[in-house]
């Protein structure tokens, strides 16, 4: 398995960046996904989550700001950041909600530093 995050930098407040995620090595359209993030000095954290069929669930910090969406088609998932806050600085993720279960690898992630 092998996801690759991407469309991160430096980015204005208020900027809305869109992050693509790319997964191969697995049958993508089969599993929950979740989009993570970790800020620094701070515990990685769930931040939206993405069912089998698009159906999603997202923590109070990001709702109404952030939408995760994914293609099974073409094995990819995105997430589309709105209104970005200093504090939504941080690496993000893609990855499976059973990562751990599974055995599956952490991408490198896409730092976004969200800074005037």
């Known amino acids: 398995v092998q996801l690759v995050e991407s469309g991160g930098g430096f980015v204005q407040p208020r900027g809305s960046p869109r992050l693509p995620c790319a997964a191969s090595?697995?049958?993508?359209?089969?599993?929950?996904m979740n989009w993570y993030r970790q800020a620094p000095g701070k515990e990685r954290e769930v931040i939206a989550r993405?069912?089998?069929?698009?159906?999603?669930n997202y923590a109070d910090s990001v709702k109404g700001r952030f939408i995760a969406s994914r293609d099974n088609r073409m094995s990819t998932m995105s997430l589309q950041t709105k209104n970005l806050k200093p504090e939504d600085t941080a690496v993000y993720y893609c990855?499976?909600?059973?990562?751990?279960?599974?055995?599956?690898?952490w991408g490198q992630g896409t730092q976004v530093t969200v800074s005037s």
């Open positions: 990855n499976g909600a059973d990562f751990d279960f599974l055995g599956w690898p």
């Open positions: 993405i069912g089998t069929l698009g159906d999603t």
């Open positions: 090595g697995l049958t993508f359209s089969t599993f929950v």
